[in-house]
């Protein structure tokens, strides 16, 4: 008779798709397919591949992969690889899916996994090429389609990262795997978290990772916030089975977690119990009977009213991978009631897990379902405009390249731990903290003269925010002002002065995750002199307005709306070649299109003039225009003098444009409508 092979996978990697097929193993009796006309050694690997003893699985398939007949070996280097994804080594994977891959292997899922591989080692620009070699094979699979968005968004979040600061808790992690930590007190001097170091109970050790079964250890810290080295947690949770991924109700009295066990014909399964603080520590444990001993029901996430317990589940109708699923009750004495899958908002074909519930209702998890950095990002559910759930990803650095799951957070403020596989740790999964220090933002203006650029001072600023607050200030002797913004907050900066239009600039502090100050200048127009409309045109010999006028008129429409008790005249200038009589009749026309185009876009009629200046008022050189054209002097009139004495067409025509124009200059200050 066989020797039965039977694996448990451990809870920190068993709910990553990307790195195991299922958290539970199943007892397997004969390996399948191929494996019986194999070679001793290759069969026995068979055997712990498919009981989930990848672990040990992999060092009998490099060893004897000589065996092997040269049409077997493609399958078999893309086991190897398999192993290595399941036991979250995506750099071995990666190495080994190549091998496959150049050996000609027929599972076009190896250039999916090499891709997401790929990724994980942020080689996008290879991961891209073997998603879309894997959209060739597999046109409609949407996680090869994920897949090359997350290479776009990953470079995109690495290069701005948020304002989260990370450091890695040396003191909680071990060269084991160390996940899931939790608060558990409500000063948050006490962490639970979960361990596989060599001195958790059990003898037995993983076929699928060569580590112990976890168990629930406890840390705490002191006035000066030095935490201590984990120890086993108090009480009778933790036995020789796996138990980890505790959650504390809002008052900390009771505790959930899971537990896997091997239940009826070796089929070993995942269930979630409720513990009670007691004197001594955490006891008398109770298993809620969600679903039958075979399902895999892991991860509790218990909300701050204590009727939602949420988890994750292999329960049949899902979406594929591991789901996000609930249970509620009517009070905290009832029963719960029937599971129910959260559905499509925040499941996906891939893998959803490790929820987690902040205080304020805010829900967390992790997927590599959804667009994001390399294997299981964090994710939590905020809310659109609509009021509807939008799941976003919390980016990097809490996110990386590699596995990032079991976040907890303090209820008063942006801190707390979560759990990574990243580069730079002590092996394995392992505990990082995090905060989000407040943010802070700056306004620093300078208000100048539009003509002279020369700095404005007392002038008068007022500041507008989206959440209805003013701000009231005016510029020093260098023309500056400084305001403080709120995060996540549009604001309106206007800017008034005697004989100056008034000046508007629009900013705000949404989107932006890190603290800073933002520099803005306000040019202010003088109402002493007229004021150029640029890009007016017109076709020749025409007075219609051209489409790519709009956009000038429609800044007209903004600063008659900006300075609502100014009336202006609106002018319009042509070149001196032409009779004087033909270009007065165009300019004029020219002028009251402009002026109808206010009028039609809301502009009271009273507050318009229109007047045809044909050539009589040739253009002076303005700074700006000096410094398009470095040929025509600073002040120089741009008469037909001067015109001819320069040096080409070329330069002749640059002249005559700049005297083809549409101002317009303020000729009263004192509407004051109906």
């Not at 004495?333 to 929820?355: A, Q």
């Not at 890009?535 to 903004?558: C, H, V």
């Amino acid at each position: 008779m066989k020797k039965r092979i039977t694996a448990v996978l451990p809870l920190s990697q068993s709910f990553r798709s990307s790195l195991l097929s299922a958290f539970v193993a199943l007892l397997i009796l004969a390996s399948t397919g191929i494996a019986y006309a194999q070679p001793a050694p290759i069969r026995k690997a068979d055997e712990f591949y498919n009981a989930g003893g990848y672990y040990e699985a992999i060092a009998l398939y490099k060893d004897n992969l000589v065996l092997l007949p040269k049409n077997e070996l493609p399958a078999y280097l893309f086991r190897v690889a398999e192993c290595y994804r399941k036991t979250g080594r995506p750099r071995q994977a990666e190495l080994w899916y190549q091998k496959a891959i150049l050996r000609e292997c027929s599972e076009p899922k190896a250039y999916l996994y090499y891709a997401n591989s790929l990724l994980s080692s942020e080689n996008y620009d290879q991961a891209k090429e073997n998603y879309e070699a894997y959209l060739k094979l597999q046109p409609n699979d949407k996680r090869a389609k994920m897949g090359l968005e997350s290479c776009e968004l990953a470079k995109k979040w690495k290069a701005s990262p948020s304002g989260y600061i990370v450091r890695l808790m040396s003191v909680f992690d071990s060269k084991y795997n160390d996940f899931s930590p939790a608060y558990a007190s409500p000063d948050y001097r006490t962490v639970v978290l979960t361990s596989s170091r060599d001195v958790a109970l059990g003898r037995n050790k993983h076929a699928a990772t060569g580590e112990k079964f976890t168990d629930l250890f406890i840390a705490t810290s002191n006035s000066e916030g030095r935490w201590s080295k984990p120890k086993a947690l108090e009480g009778n949770i933790n036995t020789s089975e796996e138990e980890g991924t505790p959650n504390f109700t809002q008052d900390f009295t009771k505790m959930y977690y899971t537990r896997c066990v091997a239940g009826k014909k070796g089929k070993l399964g995942c269930q979630i119990y409720e513990a009670s603080m007691s004197g001594e520590g955490w006891d008398n444990p109770v298993l809620l009977n969600i679903a039958a001993d075979s399902i895999v029901v892991a991860h509790p996430a218990i909300a701050p009213d204590g009727l939602t317990l949420y988890f994750a589940s292999d329960l049949p109708g899902g979406f594929g991978g591991m789901d996000l699923w609930k249970v509620t009750r009517t009070s905290t004495g009832d029963s719960w009631g029937e599971p129910i899958n959260l559905g499509g908002t925040y499941n996906t074909e891939g893998d959803e897990m490790f929820p987690y519930v902040h205080s304020d209702g805010t829900l967390y998890f992790s997927s590599n379902g959804w667009p994001g950095m390399g294997g299981l990002d964090i994710f939590r559910v905020a809310k659109n405009e609509k009021g509807e759930p939008q799941v976003e990803n919390m980016r990097y650095p809490i996110n990386s390249s590699d596995d990032d799951f079991g976040i907890t957070i303090q209820k008063e403020r942006e801190e707390g731990f979560f759990t990574s596989r990243r580069a730079g740790g002590r092996g394995g999964d392992d505990i990082y903290w995090f905060y989000l220090p407040p943010l802070e933002f700056n306004l620093l203006g300078l208000v100048k003269d539009e003509k002279d650029n020369m700095p404005l001072r007392k002038a008068k600023v007022r500041l507008v925010g989206s959440d209805g607050s003013i701000q009231n200030s005016e510029t020093n002797e260098e023309g500056r002002f400084k305001f403080i913004l709120k995060p996540n907050t549009d604001y309106v900066a206007i800017t008034s002065d005697k004989g100056y239009l008034n000046g508007k600039l629009k900013t705000s502090t949404k989107g932006r995750s890190m603290s800073e100050d933002l520099s803005v200048e306000l040019s202010m127009n003088s109402v002493a002199k007229p004021i150029v409309l640029p890009n007016i045109f017109y076709d020749f010999n025409n007075w219609e307005l051209r489409p790519e006028s709009m956009n000038s008129l429609n800044n007209m429409i903004e600063i008659l709306n900006d300075n609502p008790t100014i009336i202006v005249e609106m002018g319009a200038h042509t070149d001196a070649r032409g009779s004087k009589e033909y270009n007065l009749e165009l300019s004029q026309k020219r002028a009251q299109a402009v002026v109808n185009y206010l009028i039609e876009h809301g502009i009271p009629a009273a507050r318009l003039r229109a007047k045809g200046y044909a050539q009589s008022e040739p253009f002076v050189v303005t700074p700006s225009l000096h410094e398009q054209y470095d040929f025509l002097p600073l002040g120089q009139l741009l008469d037909e003098a001067f015109i001819s004495t320069l040096a080409d067409d070329e330069q002749k025509e640059a002249a005559w444009q700049a005297n083809r124009r549409t101002q317009f200059r303020v000729i009263s200050n004192d509407y004051m409508g109906k």
